[in-house]
């Protein structure tokens, strides 16, 4: 007897199967089958050959391998009893329900296990939401628990997952395929800049536009584990997972972050938009999801710590000339906060930079018709503060830690001190009309803790349910806590520290494979960039910041005209089109010019679109070459114009046709052939819309 699952959507079928009372494994995913498929055909079909030096029968590679099943790889589960003995759990069919999700429980009765595994498949965003949780009739230690288990396509040569760094995130790795394992497992305690918890499988010959390619990203904002391995028989396997031992303590349940999984028929972008939509329109919870996304100001690379009201005051002034529509006040207002060296926790106003509160400075920044934010980073404390003082067992870890950033991290497990960060943070929000919190997190955690996540989670969602106008900002150093699950509590991601925005054109490129425009701020920097010691022309500056959720960064009190008249032609462009952007996809370009970085943003109905190819590098060859777009209607003709044609060099002497007119082209020739840009320098952005006729 065989039992078989099935889920679908217009694009992708995923069908589970299982001999007899077996865990089920994954027999197809893929491309979206007929409705007629025979699934007791197909699932004898997916079965390989027996030879030599091979087991009488292949091990199933289930949604948890088991090892007592003789399976050769990695398991997806590994536990002990509460006496320490290892376990070797074998499950069996219990029960399942199929409606708007499907829900598959098995068990061991001899252990007093239950694994439960669901699946939910969203037909608009085509997203796959998959999660594993086990019980236990009495508390287990636990070591290792994988989401679900996926099988990656054998016609791949390769995988691609992300590392990075501090004003360095979202870096790509191509990694072949090849008999063994691929592991990585971050250990930081937060998603971390090092290990972004995804994975993105191409089929042979998959590019940013066409092409097969499966995704997956672990909604989850503490340590994580991934294993890619190709097994002796040529199978390949996908696990995901909270990283090992991450659970210090027996319990009676565990269960996985959401698993998000998706599979393209049009290649990387496919997956990318496919992520995009879900976080926007299904994951994050908007305060005021009819309201565009306000032009943010951040003093932070302005005066840092040195806080004085009527500099910040002028600055606010020059700020909302500019177009700012959101004053952030970040680090230095609290305590006896004069550098990062102390008052971390300490969360009352500094009377000294603030004799009469923050009154003055947000009655101010209000006047100018700007809203007000604010920064905090609950989960930190500095051993000079009274918190500390008063309270070192509220510490996680040993006493003598290695310090990052000269700080601590609170243990947020401790339901005392997530109180204590409650009653402090509630009172600011209280006594002041905040609208925005920045909030961010400075430093990794002495070790890899589940209940910390957990404990950081409950403080947002009990802020979260208090304050629900207020808007979250999620900063870690910049990126180093961006995940779908910190993104169910929060509206915004600071995608870096990095204010360069010739860095900023790679890493916004590279993290559009998993987030919209709506959630990832971006701001135009200081002329000469405080993390790279770079001078960029303003007109780039603004341009790779209005690619995104747009603000500004700097001190303006250091702009001259021309800066000044750009960056406020810019930002009135962006305002103008911030609407349809907000709900547009973000297509990544395949640029026949490696120096050029390019991304088509186009509406869902495809009738308008914005293409932003920026010049990373000086290219080999002297003229542009063209740039080809996707996703229009090759039927349609579009009127395409170079929004920025005011930013012609003079060494660009030739008399191109976009440099002067708009074009009407069709959908057919822009995809085909593609848009010939004007040369121009490097280290500059060409800015193009497009209109359906």
């Known amino acids: 007897m065989s039992r078989h699952f099935r889920i679908d959507d217009a694009r992708q079928t995923l069908v589970l199967a299982a001999k007899g009372d077996r865990l089920p494994q994954v027999v197809y995913w893929g491309?979206?089958?007929?409705?007629?498929?025979?699934?007791?055909?197909?699932?004898?079909?997916?079965?390989?050959?027996?030879?030599?030096?091979?087991?009488?029968?292949?091990?199933?590679?289930?949604?948890?391998?088991?090892?007592?099943?003789?399976?050769?790889?990695?398991?997806?589960?590994?536990?002990?009893?509460?006496?320490?003995?290892?376990?070797?759990?074998?499950?069996?069919?219990?029960?399942?329900?199929?409606d708007a999700a499907l829900a598959l429980i098995y068990s061991d009765a001899a252990n007093g296990l239950t694994l439960t595994f669901s699946f939910a498949i969203d037909p608009d965003t085509h997203m796959i939401t998959c999660r594993t949780a086990l019980d236990a009739t009495r508390p287990v230690h636990l070591h290792w628990l994988a989401a679900p288990v996926l099988p990656a396509p054998q016609h791949a040569d390769e995988m691609i997952d992300f590392a990075g760094r501090w004003i360095g995130e979202f870096q790509t790795n191509r990694t072949a395929w090849s008999a063994g394992m691929r592991y990585r497992e971050n250990r930081t305690g937060r998603t971390g800049h090092e290990h972004f918890p995804g994975l993105i499988v191409p089929c042979r010959g998959a590019t940013n536009t066409?092409?097969?390619?499966?995704?997956?990203?672990?909604?989850?904002?503490?340590?994580?584990?991934?294993?890619?391995?190709?097994?002796?028989?040529?199978?390949?396997?996908?696990?995901?997972?909270?990283?090992?031992?991450?659970?210090?303590?027996?319990?009676?349940?565990?269960?996985?972050?959401p698993l998000y999984i998706t599979y393209s028929d049009s290649g990387l972008n496919g997956c990318a938009t496919a992520f995009q939509r879900h976080l926007r329109d299904r994951i994050v919870t908007w305060p005021k999801p009819d309201s565009p996304r306000p032009v943010h100001y951040n003093c932070w690379e302005a005066v840092y710590f040195d806080h004085k009201i009527p500099v910040l005051q002028d600055i606010a002034n020059r700020a909302a000339a500019l177009g700012a529509e959101r004053f952030v006040l970040d680090d230095g207002w609290f305590g006896q906060r004069d550098d990062d060296t102390r008052s971390l926790s300490d969360w009352t106003v500094d009377a000294r930079k603030y004799p009469d509160g923050l009154h003055p400075l947000i009655d101010h920044v209000h006047r100018l018709g700007m809203s007000f934010g604010i920064w905090?980073?609950?989960e930190m404390i500095n051993e000079d503060s009274d918190i500390h003082r008063?309270?070192?067992?509220?510490?996680?870890?040993?006493?003598?830690?290695?310090?990052?950033?000269?700080?601590?991290?609170?243990?947020?497990?401790?339901?005392?001190?997530?109180?204590?960060?409650?009653?402090?943070m509630s009172a600011i929000l209280r006594d002041y009309p905040i609208d925005y919190i920045k909030w961010d997190h400075n430093r990794v955690l002495p070790m890899p803790d589940?209940?910390?996540?957990?404990?950081?989670?409950?403080?947002?969602?009990?802020?979260?349910?208090?304050?629900?106008?207020?808007?979250?900002?999620?900063?870690?150093?910049?990126?180093?806590?961006?995940?779908?699950?910190?993104?169910?509590?929060?509206?915004?991601?600071?995608?870096?520290?990095?204010?360069?925005?010739?860095?900023?054109?790679r890493i916004q490129h590279d993290a559009a494979l998993f987030l919209p425009m709506a959630v990832t701020g971006s701001h135009v920097g200081p002329r000469?960039?405080?993390?790279?010691?770079?001078?960029?022309?303003?007109?780039?500056?603004?341009?790779?910041?209005?690619?995104?959720?747009?603000?500004?960064?700097?001190?303006?009190?250091?702009?001259?005209?021309?800066?000044?008249?750009?960056?406020?032609?810019?930002t009135a462009w962006w305002k103008a089109n911030r609407d349809w952007m907000c709900g547009a996809d973000i297509l990544r370009l395949d640029s026949a010019d490696p120096a050029v970085l390019a991304e088509q943003q186009l509406a869902r109905d495809k009738d308008r679109f914005v293409v932003f190819a920026g010049k990373a590098a000086t290219s080999t060859q002297i003229s542009p070459r063209p740039l080809r777009l996707t996703g229009l209607d090759p039927?349609?003709?579009?009127?395409?114009?170079?929004?920025?044609?005011?930013?012609l060099h003079r060494l660009s002497r030739g008399t191109t046709a976009l440099k002067t007119e708009a074009l009407k082209l069709s959908g057919a020739y822009l995809m085909n052939h593609g848009i010939t840009l004007p040369w121009s320098f490097p280290e500059r952005m060409w800015v193009v819309e497009g209109q359906r006729l």
């Not at 994580?224 to 997972?241: K, N, T, V, Y």
């Not at 039927?635 to 930013?647: G, V």
């Open 210 to 257: 066409q092409g097969e390619a499966y995704a997956f990203h672990y909604g989850w904002s503490g340590g994580h584990r991934m294993i890619a391995e190709e097994l002796p028989d040529g199978r390949r396997q996908i696990q995901w997972g909270h990283a090992a031992r991450m659970e210090t303590a027996p319990a009676t349940r565990f269960e996985t972050a």
């Open 528 to 570: 000469h960039c405080h993390t790279s010691g770079r001078v960029l022309d303003m007109s780039f500056r603004a341009w790779v910041a209005a690619q995104r959720h747009m603000g500004f960064e700097m001190d303006p009190r250091e702009l001259d005209e021309t800066e000044t008249a750009t960056l406020k032609e810019v």
């Open 376 to 378: 905090f980073e609950p």
């Open 450 to 505: 589940a209940a910390q996540t957990r404990g950081s989670y409950a403080l947002l969602d009990r802020l979260r349910t208090d304050f629900p106008m207020v808007e979250i900002e999620s900063c870690a150093s910049g990126g180093g806590r961006i995940d779908f699950g910190i993104m169910q509590r929060t509206q915004r991601v600071w995608l870096s520290d990095s204010n360069d925005a010739l860095e900023r054109l």
């Open 390 to 424: 008063a309270h070192p067992d509220w510490v996680l870890g040993s006493e003598d830690q290695t310090l990052g950033r000269q700080q601590k991290a609170l243990n947020m497990a401790l339901p005392e001190v997530r109180d204590y960060l409650y009653d402090r």
């Open 635 to 647: 039927q349609a003709t579009y009127r395409i114009t170079l929004a920025n044609r005011n930013t």
């Open 31 to 98: 491309a979206r089958l007929p409705d007629g498929e025979d699934l007791d055909t197909l699932h004898a079909a997916h079965a390989i050959d027996v030879t030599g030096g091979m087991l009488d029968e292949n091990p199933d590679l289930s949604l948890c391998p088991e090892a007592t099943r003789s399976f050769p790889g990695q398991p997806g589960l590994i536990l002990r009893d509460s006496d320490g003995t290892p376990l070797l759990p074998k499950f069996c069919y219990q029960s399942h329900s199929q």
